[in-house]
């Protein structure tokens, strides 16, 4: 194996094999979640083709990283020997703001075998619900009571939804997409709690990347409320990590896919 795909919050593991199977050789977004080319794009519980939700304890992002390792290592061939419980192999982590997170967790805490990390668009840092992240857990309430119909009318309306919209119309589109995704009243409770997580507990805890040998690259972009830019420069400063800055969205989605692979691409070819 060589590269492990994370996706962000109410997405699923098309979103990163959409962007970045291009650059990577992946397989097709409908495909196989493990390939034999080396990706595995797994969708976190409660999300995509997952059929795990449970309860609040469930969404604890040290959770949610152990779920992931442990489907990475059940892979056929991978053991580290017969009986092995790792990965042979050194991985490639490459997460999108929620799998950015989760990409964290489980390289910091030796998870897999990580050789190279990519965080793209990080939107988790060292509070539990941040301000860039308190419309999930309004969109995930809104679900519960009303629906994805009646919720995505009534959280049009909110304070929440309006800060972000104004800052970024793909932003707030964004947003207004949770209520249409797969099966979203029924996982609402991701929205809930996913976002009152810490990705990590200080700087001195990102700073052990590096000690673990481990290189990194954060993404960020300009003008996304939900993934602040100075947070993303925080991660970078933090874990001692390249950075990369990439186009707004709301300057043209193709523009900042383009960028994006592009820098992922490069940086990888030279790491």
Known sequence: MSFVLLHGLGADRRQPLDLF??????PDADGPARDRRGVVAPDVR?????PLVGGPADFALDRLADEIAAEVVAEPGDAASRGGNAPRRPITLVGIS?????ALRIAL????????????????????????????????????????????????????????AEASPIGGRGLLAQFQATDAARRAIRLVEIPRNRAFA??????????R??????????????HP????????????????????R????AAQTATMRDTVAGWLSRS
């Open 46 to 50: 409660a999300h995509g083709a997952s």
């Open 202 to 211: 200080s700087d001195a805890e990102l700073g052990g990347l590096a000690s």
């Open 213 to 226: 040998g481990i290189r990194s690259l954060v993404v960020g972009a300009p003008r996304d409320p939900v």
């Open 250 to 253: 709301d300057d043209g989605q």
């Open 109 to 164: 805490r030796g998870l897999l075998p990580v050789e190279r990390a990519v965080f793209v668009r990080p939107a988790f840092g060292d509070v539990s619900l941040p301000p860039n992240l308190r419309a999930f857990p309004v969109i995930g309430e809104l679900l519960r009571e009303h629906g994805p119909r009646g919720g995505a009318e009534r959280f049009a309306r909110t304070d929440p939804y309006l800060r972000v």
């Open 229 to 248: 830019f100075e947070l993303a420069e925080r991660w970078a400063a933090g874990l001692g990590a390249d950075f990369a800055r990439v186009p707004a």
């Open 21 to 26: 199977g291009p650059v990577l050789g992946a």
């Open 98 to 102: 929620m799998g950015a997170a989760i």
